[in-house]
């Protein structure tokens, strides 16, 4: 497969096309020429799958990573560890797609054939076992997703130690799942010592250290602390947008911690000015399909009605339902959680 390049050595097709396009193009040309199962056919592939999701065009991530998992399978065999991480890539897309039985189902062989192939305390293992639970908190199985998750910090103390960045976002996610039943024991001490192993381990500006942090707000606004919560949001985005600008989604999901603390500190109105900013740039940054957006729009909503604001909260709640149809369809959870906030709002209620 020949390709020209700029000066600088971006490939031409890039520049005319744009990254995505260029993948798309480059991945079809891959398979016509070499095959679904050759090498480069799925570098390019799995390149591409990541990018779709990444820009939320998660119905063709599917698509594609469907396409490599057969490949793999064929060529690899299914216990291989390519083939084992081309099912994760899918359990994942599936996830966010909505299509959350299929993911449960593939994230739990991933899980199984990990363990009994690679050993239970191998890190791929480990972190299939703490992307499934997180999977079962967010299905709201927050009894199971402890079930898991426990082992699975065990594992990674004693394989990777106390300290490690894996092992101290495994304890966030139990915190998480600790938190979906009621049990907040000693979740902020938690939280707190993983931000600041986290910042010790990858830096103050990395991602992880950055959504410890978020997660210490959610935490403390959880335990009725809003006043602690809006002042370490208040921090965070200051932090955020200091070391990533200010359309970076780490910065977004700050200023959305920032916007429910404000809400929870009784502030309504200064809620929706900063989550008004926040949803213009997520629908800039990621596009107006992409999870991220989604939530925060429908976040929004919630906020204008707490705020007293009906009519701009209804019409949020309109506009929320479209994008939420157009993304995801009409029976997914998300968009059915849309469908009966505008419902609510219609009837004059407020949006929960």
Do not use: W
């Amino acid at each position: 497969m020949t390709s020209t390049t700029e000066a600088d050595g971006t490939p031409v097709i890039e520049v005319k096309l744009g990254p995505l396009m260029s993948l798309a193009v480059r991945y079809n040309q891959a398979v016509a020429e070499y095959g679904a199962t050759d090498p480069m056919t799925l570098r390019i592939g799995t390149a591409y799958a990541r990018m779709l999701v990444d820009q939320g065009e998660t119905g063709t991530a599917v698509t594609i990573h469907r396409e490599l998992l057969a490949a793999k399978r064929f060529a690899l065999g299914p216990d291989h560890p390519d083939t084992l991480a081309s099912e994760h890539s899918l359990a994942f897309a599936l996830h966010i797609r909505g299509e959350y039985t299929e993911a449960e189902r593939l994230q739990r062989v991933v899980y199984e054939k990990r363990c009994r192939v690679l050993g239970p305390d191998d890190r791929e293992t480990l972190v299939s076992g703490m992307n499934l639970g997180e999977l079962l908190l967010q299905l709201g199985r927050p009894a199971e997703s402890e079930q898991v998750l426990r082992p699975v910090v065990a594992g990674m103390v004693r394989t990777l130690g106390e300290d490690a960045p894996e092992t101290l976002l495994a304890r966030m996610k139990l915190v998480g799942a600790m938190r979906g039943q009621g049990r907040l024991d000693d979740a902020e001490q938690i939280c707190a010592a993983a931000a600041a192993g986290l910042e010790r381990a990858k830096g103050p500006t990395d991602p992880a250290t950055l959504q410890a942090r978020s997660n210490h707000v959610t935490v403390l606004i959880s335990l009725g602390r809003t006043r602690e919560a809006v002042s370490l949001a208040e921090r965070l985005v200051k932090d955020t947008e200091k070391a990533l600008g200010r359309r970076d989604p780490v910065v977004l999901h700050a200023r959305h911690g920032l916007a429910d603390a404000l809400l929870g500190e009784g502030q309504p109105h200064a809620a929706v000015r900063v989550m008004a900013e926040t949803v213009a740039e997520y629908r800039s940054a990621l596009g107006v399909r992409h999870p991220q957006t989604l939530a925060a729009q429908a976040a929004f909503v919630r906020m204008l009605s707490a705020a007293g604001d009906h009519h701009e909260a209804e019409h949020q709640a309109r506009t929320s339902l479209a994008d939420h149809e157009r993304a995801l369809g009409a029976a997914h959870p998300d968009t059915v959680a849309a469908r009966e906030t505008l419902a609510r709002l219609r009837g004059g209620g407020r949006a929960e």
